[in-house]
């Protein structure tokens, strides 16, 4: 079992950048694959980006990468605007294509306008 806790989040101005990390601790980040999810007021959660895909809003401006010796995965956001404003949330399946059965807490991340 895996246990992941997001940081990072904070308020921005549209354009601006973030830098989110989703620390794992309980076993490593390579015995699992990885994704990025997130969820706005009023919405239900939607994918964000994994090792191997992002979504189509976040294509260009998001990037996935990580650091096995930390044990933790980054979400680079760049260029953000007010829609990226949401909870996000990392998360970790046994294998591409699995369902993700472990979750963090969430990190919130506020774009202003």
């Known amino acids: 079992q895996v246990l992941l806790v997001e940081s990072g989040g904070g308020l921005v101005q549209a354009g601006g950048s973030l830098r989110l990390s989703c620390a794992a601790s309980?076993?490593?980040?390579?015995?699992?694959?990885m994704g990025w999810f997130r969820q706005a007021p009023g919405k239900e959660r939607e994918f964000v980006a994994s090792f191997s895909r992002y979504a189509d809003s976040v294509k260009g401006r998001f990037t996935v990468s990580r650091d096995n010796a930390k044990n933790t995965v980054y979400l680079q956001m760049n260029s953000l605007k007010p829609e990226d404003t949401a909870v996000y949330y990392c998360?970790?399946?046994?294998?591409?294509?699995?369902?993700?059965?472990?979750w963090g807490q969430g990190t919130q991340v506020t774009v202003s306008s």
């Open positions: 309980g076993r490593t980040i390579s015995s699992y694959y």
């Open positions: 998360a970790a399946a046994s294998a591409r294509g699995y369902a993700y059965d472990y």
